[in-house]
């Protein structure tokens, strides 16, 4: 007796392989359910291997600079965090309140 339910085998992907795939999402400019269907990867894993690549970013001044940012140094010891960059389209969250000079100044 033949069974008619499809199985679908699973893909496994090495490290390297899932920071590839994040690499082509952050420069194809597509969203992620988009990308995720045309590479025939499911959304929800893709969007796994997107998040704890974003909770490692952190604040340090002892950091490398990044290709694509330029510091931004206020003087003094504290480091607070007064935007929020997201890439794929560009979003801009502004989390302190700052001055129109100060922001066209940052945006040169």
Same mark, same amino acid.
């Given at each position: 007796?033949?069974?008619?339910?499809?199985?679908?085998?699973?893909?496994?992907? /090495?490290? !390297?392989?899932?920071?590839?795939?994040?690499?082509?999402?952050?420069?194809? =400019?597509?969203?992620?359910?988009? %990308? $995720?269907?045309?590479?025939?990867?499911?959304?929800?894993?893709?969007?796994?291997?997107?998040?704890?690549?974003?909770?490692?970013?952190?604040?340090? /001044?002892? !950091?490398?600079?990044?290709?694509?940012?330029?510091?931004?140094?206020?003087? =003094?010891?504290?480091?607070?965090? %007064? $935007?929020?960059?997201?890439?794929?389209?560009?979003?801009?969250?502004?989390?302190?309140?700052?001055?129109?000079?100060?922001?066209?100044?940052?945006?040169?």
């Amino acid at each position: 007796m033949e069974s008619n339910v499809a199985t679908v085998s699973k893909k496994s992907f /090495s490290k !390297e392989e899932k920071q590839q795939i994040i690499r082509h999402w952050e420069q194809s =400019g597509q969203t992620k359910p988009v %990308f $995720a269907k045309e590479k025939g990867i499911n959304y929800h894993t893709l969007v796994s291997w997107i998040a704890p690549k974003k909770k490692k970013v952190k604040i340090s /001044s002892g !950091e490398k600079p990044v290709k694509g940012f330029a510091q931004v140094n206020f003087g =003094g010891d504290a480091l607070i965090a %007064f $935007a929020r960059i997201t890439t794929a389209h560009h979003k801009l969250e502004l989390l302190q309140p700052m001055s129109a000079a100060f922001l066209k100044e940052l945006l040169k």
